[in-house]
C-alpha cells in the first residue's frame, strides 16, 4: 500500500534543521505469538537518528525488525519501551507529514491514472484546479505525460511503480518511508526506477528511509545504511555510504570503490546473521 498520513503535531514551519528529522531512542518492542504462545522480541534497545534531507537504508535479513520500525516512523505502531521522534516530537499518532510506500501499488483499478495519483488530494480536499494542476506536474516528473487517462490494467509493471511514486510525490512529503518497493522487479527495470528515484530525491530534498535486503540496492541508492541483526532486531552497524552524487546507477557498480563498500556491508551481514546463510 501506500500511505498518506497527517499529523499536526508540528508544522513545516516549526522544522529545526540542526535536530534530527527522525530518531529511535532505546526502543525495544515485544509482540505475543500465538504459535509460540509466548512473547518476541522484535527489536532490542534500538537507536538511530536521521539527518533531514538523508537517504537511509535499513538492511538486514527478513525478520529482524526493519519493518517494525519503519511502521513507528509512519506512526502504525508504538514501540513496547524507549520512543521515536518526528523533528523532536515523540510520534504518538499516525505521522502525515511522511507517505510510505510498499511493493504493493495498491493503484484502484476502477480509476485512471490521473485520478489514482490525485487521489490523496481528493482526500485532504484541495480544489479540483489545483489537484489537476499538482498531478500533471508530477506525471511529467515521473515521465508519464500522455497515460493520464489509462487505467492500471493497461500499464506495465514499471508504469504502475511510476504511478505509485507519483501518488506520494504529489503530496510534496518531507519524509518517505519505503519498503523493498522495488523487490519485486526485474533487474534491469529496478536501475531504471533507481536513477529517477535518485533524481526526484535530489531535486526535491526528501528525507528517506528505505528498507531492503539487497546490499548492493542500499549502496546504490544510501548514504548511510544501518546493518541489523537478528533474533532480536538491533542494529549490528552504522556505514557511511561515501560514492559522489549525482550517480550513475549502472557504472557505479564497477567502481573499486562500491566493490569495497557491497563486501563490508556483507561482512557486517554474516556477523550479524551467522545463521543466515547467503545464495
Not at 500500500?1 to 527522525?22: C, H, K, V
Request: net charge neutral.
Amino acid at each position: 500500500m501506500t500511505g498518506f498520513l497527517r499529523r499536526s503535531a508540528q508544522s513545516d514551519a516549526e522544522f529545526d534543521p540542526s535536530r534530527p528529522i527522525l530518531s529511535a531512542e532505546g526502543v525495544h518492542h515485544w509482540y505475543y505469538s500465538p504459535e509460540r504462545k509466548s512473547f518476541v522480541t522484535a527489536l532490542e534497545d534500538l537507536s538511530l537518528s536521521v539527518r533531514r534531507g538523508a537517504f537511509v537504508a535499513l538492511l538486514g535479513p527478513s525478520g529482524c525488525g526493519k519493518s517494525t520500525l519503519l511502521n513507528m516512523f509512519a506512526g502504525l505502531i508504538a514501540p513496547s519501551l524507549g520512543v521515536v521522534r518526528y523533528q523532536g516530537q515523540a510520534i504518538t499518532a499516525p505521522n502525515t507529514q511522511a507517505a510510505y510506500v510498499t511493493q504493493n501499488d495498491s493503484l484502484l483499478p476502477w480509476r485512471r491514472v490521473a485520478a489514482n495519483v490525485g487521489l490523496p488530494l481528493e482526500v485532504r480536499g484541495v480544489p479540483a484546479r489545483e489537484r489537476e494542476e499538482r498531478v500533471a506536474q508530477v506525471l511529467n516528473q515521473v515521465g508519464l505525460q500522455g497515460f493520464e487517462r489509462a487505467f492500471p490494467s493497461e500499464l506495465s509493471g514499471g508504469m504502475r511503480k511510476r504511478v505509485g511514486l507519483a501518488r506520494v510525490l504529489v503530496t510534496n512529503p518531507n519524509l518517505v518511508l519505503m519498503d523493498e518497493p522495488f523487490g519485486a522487479l526485474d533487474a534491469q527495470l529496478r536501475a531504471r526506477l533507481h536513477a529517477e528515484f535518485l533524481r526526484l530525491w535530489s531535486e526535491r530534498g526528501m528525507t528517506v528511509v528505505f528498507v531492503t535486503h539487497d546490499i548492493d540496492e542500499a549502496v546504490t541508492l544510501a548514504q548511510e545504511v544501518y546493518v541489523f541483526a537478528s533474533r532480536p532486531g538491533r542494529i549490528r552497524a552504522r556505514i557511511d555510504i561515501d560514492l559522489p552524487f549525482p550517480r550513475d546507477v549502472e557504472e557505479i557498480r564497477y567502481s573499486a570503490r562500491f566493490v569495497e563498500l557491497s563486501h563490508r556491508l556483507r561482512d557486517e551481514l554474516r556477523l550479524a546473521n551467522p545463521v543466515i546463510e547467503e545464495h
